[in-house]
């Protein structure tokens, strides 16, 4: 019987420190997974190019998700799934999106910047990211990220408006982001594993994030955990999720730690 072990997981605030977008502290996790022959994919509002720098430095070839659910990405060599290896698309294209983000600025009285449109030095500032990182996050293909001016009293306006285009806006470790509202972590997880359990006989998937927007990925996976937030506390949520100690990379790495106190790797 063929069998496979995949980990979704989410980049900013849980592989990667969310303030320096480290992954320093959960690099030896990462060995430890893939030396096990646990696929890890990325599921994440960052970009293919952002993502591909990551997966780079820590010597990754898995698939990954692409900003929030749009997009699930093989690399050209990947083998590992017959026939697995072009983009599957399930998004918008990010012209549509910001065409639409624009026709609502111009016709309603809500405030907020586009990544795109920003200097990226300036944006660089804001995000706390080097000029090369900031501009591989403002090359966006399905999706949009946006700073509002305070959101508390611009988000609603803004999610009803989007609605009607068939857009969503969700909110990620620091900035809010707009994609098609068929774009959804948890959907892309389960487009996925429909491909993964045609080939294997048994799949066993864990997810790990920390915001609200990771919530459709540890829905859809077998064992979903999360990671503390900076103030040591962990989102609310009625799922039945478990709670692993550790900010970041650190709950990363601490989750990793307690698979393999299991006998998870006798599946």
């Avoid at 690099?27 to 190019?49: M, P, W």
């Avoid at 501009?135 to 609605?163: F, G, H, M, W």
């Avoid at 997810?207 to 979903?224: E, H, Q, R, T, Y």
């Amino acid at each position: 019987m063929k069998k496979k072990i995949i980990l979704f997981t989410d980049l900013d605030g849980t592989l990667l420190d969310l303030t320096t977008y480290s992954f320093e502290k959960s690099k030896n996790a990462v060995k430890r997974l893939k030396d096990n022959e646990v696929t890890l994919i990325f599921c994440s509002s960052k970009t293919r190019l952002e993502q591909l720098h990551y997966q780079s430095g820590l010597n990754l070839k898995d698939p990954f998700i692409v900003e929030n659910g749009s997009a699930v990405i093989f690399h050209e060599s990947f083998n590992e799934l017959p026939g697995m290896n072009k983009t599957l698309v399930l998004g918008k294209s990010s012209f549509e999106i910001r065409e639409a983000l624009v026709e609502l600025r111009n016709e309603h009285p809500v405030e907020f910047r586009m990544f795109s449109e920003m200097p990226t030095g300036e944006l660089s500032k804001i995000t706390g990211l080097d000029e090369t990182s900031t501009a591989l996050a403002q090359n966006r293909d399905y999706s949009e990220t946006i700073i509002i001016e305070e959101p508390s009293n611009n988000l609603a306006a803004i999610e009803a408006v989007l609605k009607k285009s068939n857009l969503a806006i969700k909110h990620g470790g620091r900035f809010y982001t707009v994609t098609s509202n068929r774009s959804d972590k948890g959907l892309a997880v389960k487009a996925l594993l429909k491909k993964y359990s045609e080939f294997y006989n048994k799949v066993l998937t864990i997810g790990i994030g920390d915001s609200s927007n990771d919530l459709p990925m540890l829905k859809a996976v077998d064992m979903p955990y999360l990671v503390q937030c900076p103030d040591r506390t962990w989102l609310e949520t009625s799922l039945p999720i478990n709670r692993v100690n550790g900010i970041g990379p650190e709950g990363f790495s601490n989750m990793v730690s307690t698979l393999f106190k299991t006998s998870l790797f006798s599946l």
